[in-house]
């Protein structure tokens, strides 16, 4: 069994830089820029997820109630290991919930009065002041582009840029993103028999290398980790961490998956 993440509200800081902190052992995430504090794809609650695949989400995750104040969300997708109705409904109704269509449908539904749909090519802005982070809306690779984005998060005081594309991001696609200091990307390719979930090391070292990153950084850990045998046999699986660094070479970190909090 591994411990929570984080215990304690009053322990998490506010550094002037714009930083990550990683909220489970799959893909949630807590963007912070100073006091500002922004829910990536939240999962906060120890609901699991059964059927297409199956997900155990019991033990390393961080909870509402561990969490500094939350000015906003922004949502990859509607699908459910990014779209967690429950942990949604746990966030105060007026929180700015960002994201494509169906996904903000869904906070929508649950009360929340703050929904904002966008369309690729869209720019919105989190935040205001010195700790405002400008946000661009990018196209994700087929066919997750039919209900998913990535973005670009450019903080205004220190012009550090960060992309993240959850699911198949390209060279030829990412050149919306122009130039940027870190990506976080899955690391491990996923297909579903012919049709890809996520992309492979290769593809995601020649994205990385086309953006200018310095720094990579995992997520969507181990995404087979509690499929049942027959899912396993759907969905095949490849890469990982050290496969990334062999491709991008020394002039490139990838940040160790135990890592928990990544400074941009």
Not at 211 to 222: F, H, K, M, N
Not at 234 to 262: C, F, H, N
């Given at each position: 069994?591994?411990?929570?993440?984080?215990?304690?509200p009053?322990?998490?800081?506010?550094p002037?830089?714009?930083?990550?902190?990683?909220?489970?052992?799959?893909?949630?995430?807590?963007?912070?820029?100073?006091n500002l504090?922004?829910?990536?794809?939240?999962?906060?609650?120890?609901?699991?997820?059964?059927?297409?695949?199956?997900?155990?989400?019991?033990?390393?995750?961080?909870?509402?109630?561990?969490?500094?104040?939350?000015d906003?969300?922004?949502?990859?997708?509607?699908v459910?290991?990014?779209?967690?109705?429950?942990?949604?409904?746990?966030l105060?109704?007026?929180?700015?919930?960002?994201?494509?269509?169906?996904?903000?449908k869904?906070?929508?539904?649950?009360?929340?009065?703050?929904?904002?749909?966008?369309?690729?090519?869209?720019?919105?802005?989190l935040?205001d002041?010195?700790?405002?982070?400008?946000?661009?809306?990018?196209?994700?690779?087929?066919?997750?582009?039919?209900?998913?984005y990535?973005?670009?998060?450019?903080d205004?005081?220190?012009?550090?840029?960060?992309?993240?594309?959850?699911?198949?991001?390209s060279?030829?696609?990412?050149?919306?993103?122009?130039r940027?200091?870190?990506?976080?990307?899955?690391?491990r390719?996923?297909?579903a028999?012919?049709?890809p979930?996520?992309?492979?090391?290769?593809?995601?070292?020649?994205?990385?290398?086309?953006?200018?990153?310095?720094?990579?950084?995992?997520?969507?850990l181990?995404?087979?980790?509690?499929?049942?045998?027959?899912?396993?046999?759907?969905?095949?699986?490849?890469?990982?961490?050290?496969a990334?660094?062999?491709?991008?070479?020394?002039?490139?970190?990838?940040?160790p998956?135990?890592?928990?909090?990544?400074?941009?």
């Amino acid at each position: 069994m591994v411990a929570t993440l984080v215990h304690d509200p009053d322990a998490w800081y506010a550094p002037n830089d714009m930083h990550l902190t990683r909220l489970d052992d799959y893909q949630s995430w807590l963007l912070s820029n100073g006091n500002l504090n922004v829910l990536i794809d939240p999962w906060l609650t120890a609901e699991r997820i059964s059927g297409g695949f199956d997900r155990v989400h019991e033990h390393n995750f961080t909870s509402i109630d561990e969490l500094p104040s939350v000015d906003a969300v922004v949502l990859c997708t509607h699908v459910e290991d990014h779209c967690r109705p429950a942990s949604l409904a746990q966030l105060p109704a007026h929180t700015p919930v960002h994201g494509p269509r169906a996904a903000v449908k869904v906070a929508r539904k649950l009360g929340m009065t703050s929904t904002h749909a966008h369309d690729v090519g869209d720019m919105f802005t989190l935040g205001d002041g010195a700790q405002a982070i400008d946000v661009t809306v990018v196209r994700t690779g087929w066919p997750l582009s039919l209900f998913a984005y990535a973005y670009v998060f450019h903080d205004r005081q220190s012009g550090k840029r960060l992309f993240l594309d959850a699911h198949l991001p390209s060279a030829r696609l990412s050149r919306a993103a122009g130039r940027v200091d870190a990506f976080l990307t899955p690391v491990r390719g996923v297909r579903a028999v012919v049709i890809p979930a996520t992309s492979g090391p290769s593809r995601v070292a020649r994205t990385a290398k086309s953006l200018g990153v310095t720094t990579l950084i995992p997520t969507s850990l181990d995404p087979r980790r509690d499929m049942n045998w027959w899912q396993r046999l759907v969905y095949l699986s490849w890469g990982g961490t050290k496969a990334l660094q062999r491709k991008v070479g020394d002039g490139m970190r990838v940040i160790p998956e135990s890592e928990k909090t990544v400074s941009l």
